[in-house]
Nanobody
């Protein structure tokens, strides 16, 4: 069974930084793509950033220039470096994985909370 486990969330002041980590276990091959979504209270889950392969990235407009997604050297790990955090970045951040180029993000973690105080 595939498990994705996120870490690195927490409470930070506006303008600060956090680095989220995610590791997938229970899968023998490398995931084609991994990504981060987030969900704030009362809102729908939304894309934050994704990375296909080692370097093909996609970001939500709201985080461009502030967040950086990267794949780790270890198989099926992904990071999200978040800088210049804003109170509106407060949300539960989910890691996700996609098995192959023709699929969808079928693997999800439980989420890690990020809270940005003003």
């Amino acid at each position: 069974q595939v498990h994705l486990v996120e870490s690195g969330g927490g409470l930070v002041q506006a303008g600060g930084s956090l680095r989220l980590s995610c590791a997938a276990s229970g899968i023998g091959t490398s995931l084609y793509a991994m990504g981060w979504y987030r969900q704030a209270p009362g809102k729908q889950r939304e894309l934050v950033a994704t990375i296909a392969g080692r370097s093909s990235t996609n970001y939500a407009d709201s985080v461009k220039g502030r967040f950086i997604i990267s794949r780790g050297d270890a198989k099926n790990t992904v990071y999200l470096e978040m800088n210049a955090l804003k109170p509106e970045d407060t949300a539960l951040y989910y890691c996700c994985g996609q098995q192959d180029p023709f699929g969808t993000y079928g693997y999800w973690g439980q989420g890690t909370q990020v809270t940005v105080s003003s």
